[in-house]
């Protein structure tokens, strides 16, 4: 599909485990950004990649999330020693950079990650 | 930090009936996005607004930038049933980068 892909769609561990997240954006995208979505709430921005630069990481709450972008393609969210208050959806989106500014973000469509 | 306060946060309307929803800030924003997310699936972009004042439709969607740059509505009119699912306002903060600020949504169910 040409669509933004998110494994695995769910995910339960449990509290102290660490988990990755994986997100393939769309072909030819150079921009990806990573959310978070809490139950009944809106998208909580994480990380963005863009191209070659460094990521900016302003929105990570904690050290225990980190976040790799490989080859500029596939990227990996990684959570460390999860606490239930990281359940939540995981959303990762990609957009085209067009004259210097981003156009349209494209979503997945998520990974629940439930911590017991 | 920057927060959309969006309203209302669940809707029950009955099919056929019109839909209005808005999103207020504290800061001002460049551009307004309006998200539907529909259960298990990501967001999926609506109507973008760039201009303040601007009022753009799609289809049966309608949907303005306030003149302060500060707030927005979105209309639905006519309702169907495929309309159910979670609206999300969005304000941009970085324009280059794009990074988005979402309001808490509005849930919009529809009784046939």
């Known amino acids: 599909g040409a669509g933004v892909s998110q494994s695995p769609s769910n995910k339960v561990t449990e509290k102290g485990k660490d988990v990755e997240l994986r997100c393939d954006p769309i072909s030819g995208h150079t921009a990806l950004y990573w959310y978070r979505q809490s139950l009944g709430q809106g998208l909580e921005f994480l990380i963005y990649f863009q191209g070659n630069s460094a990521p900016d990481k302003s929105g990570l709450p904690s050290d225990r999330f980190s976040a790799e972008r490989t080859g500029g393609s596939v990227s990996t969210l990684t959570i460390q020693r999860t606490q239930q208050e990281d359940s939540a959806v995981y959303l990762c989106?990609?957009?085209?950079?067009?004259?210097?500014?981003?156009?349209?973000?494209?979503f997945g469509p998520g990974t629940r990650l439930l911590v017991l | 930090g920057q927060q959309l306060n969006q309203s209302p946060q669940s809707m029950f309307i009955q099919e056929g009936e019109d839909v209005s929803m808005n999103c207020t800030s504290s800061s001002i924003f460049n551009t307004w996005l309006w998200y539907k997310q529909d259960p298990g699936e990501g967001p999926v972009l609506l109507i973008a607004?760039?201009?303040?004042?601007e009022l753009t439709s799609n289809g049966r969607l309608t949907a303005q930038f306030g003149i302060t740059r500060k707030d927005s509505f979105l209309n639905i009119s006519a309702s169907i049933p495929s309309d159910v699912g979670i609206y999300f306002c969005a304000g941009v903060i970085i324009q280059g980068a794009q990074k988005l600020v979402f309001g808490q949504g509005t849930r919009l169910t529809i009784n046939p």
């Open positions: 989106a990609s957009s085209y950079r067009r004259g210097g500014l981003q156009e349209t973000q494209y």
């Open positions: 607004l760039y201009k303040a004042g």
